[in-house]
């Protein structure tokens, strides 16, 4: 969890300079995973959510062609209606 890091003294010089001065301890910052291998439900929902993050940019950025702006505009309504479908069922059946 903690390592130790060589801090630079620049007042010191070769052998003169103290080492008890020159190191700290500093904490490692988490690993960060984006795929966690023993949950597969959620690699598929950070798949799903950055589809979904891919396909409003392109809309957003696409006014240079109407209909592919329209498309993209189509698929995000259906991905839209298709989650609140999928939460109302969610709901009904507890």
């Given at each position: 969890?903690?390592?130790?890091?060589?801090?630079?003294?620049?007042?010191?010089?070769?052998?003169?300079?103290?080492?008890?001065?020159?190191?700290?301890?500093?904490?490692?910052?988490?690993?960060?995973?984006l795929?966690?291998?023993?949950?597969?439900?959620?690699?598929?929902?950070?798949?799903?959510?950055a589809?979904?993050?891919?396909?409003?940019?392109?809309?957003?950025?696409?006014?240079?062609?109407?209909?592919?702006?329209?498309?993209?505009?189509?698929?995000?309504?259906?991905?839209?209606?298709?989650?609140?479908?999928?939460?109302?069922?969610?709901?009904?059946?507890?």
């Open positions: 969890m903690f390592q130790k890091r060589r801090l630079t003294n620049p007042g010191a010089s070769g052998s003169n300079a103290d080492p008890t001065n020159r190191c700290e301890l500093v904490q490692r910052p988490p690993s960060i995973k795929f966690d291998r023993s949950n597969p439900t959620a690699k598929k929902q950070k798949v799903v959510d589809a979904k993050i891919l396909l409003d940019v392109a809309k957003e950025s696409s006014d240079w062609f109407p209909p592919l702006k329209s498309a993209l505009g189509g698929v995000n309504a259906l991905i839209k209606h298709y989650e609140v479908l999928v939460e109302f069922v969610a709901v009904a059946c507890n």
